[in-house]
């Protein structure tokens, strides 16, 4: 007989969660991911650019506008990068990391004049392997999304800048 009613108190108990449950679980499940409205940085100064070390992959050096970054409340950490060749040459881009899914995305590419352009196919693509995008993974693995997760501000964020990497990045370990 005591077994009879702890059955019926199981089923009892599993269908109440579930009535309990199941709002929170369904509202959650049907929210989808929204991002947010970008606005473009001023055009970075030399004075504000930070140079991140992605290691001996490439001849090209990388820089972080630190006045540009921005932890978003969509979950993406927004920034301007600067990509220097040995012989001078710049590439400047306002950018994206999106820790939940390991993506970036190009919003723009800065022009000589110092002024934005629109990228033109702006869609989250994945980061891939550090050997394909290497500034791309040493960005989301030592300075914004240590462990897989987003630095919880702004400040945190430009800190692991300045300080060369996040405390809880692999290479700071």
Known sequence: MASAIFVVNCMFVNAVQAQVLSPLNKDFDDKSWEEQKTQLPPYPKDSNLKQIDIGPVTSFRFFVDT????VGAD????FTLVARSDKGA???SFEGL???TQEKKIYAVGRADETWVAARNPGWTAIGRPQVNPAHA???EDFFCPERI???ST????DAIKYGGHARGRTRR
Do not use: D, K, T, Y
């Not at 006045?67 to 921005?70: D, K, L």
């Not at 400040?155 to 430009?158: K, N, Q, T, Y």
């Open 98 to 100: 999106r820790c939940q």
């Open 75 to 78: 979950g993406v950490v927004r």
């Open 150 to 152: 987003i630095v919880s």
């Open 155 to 158: 400040s945190e964020a430009v």
């Open 138 to 140: 040493v960005l989301f």
């Open 67 to 70: 006045e540009s970054i921005n």
């Open 90 to 92: 710049s590439n400047v």
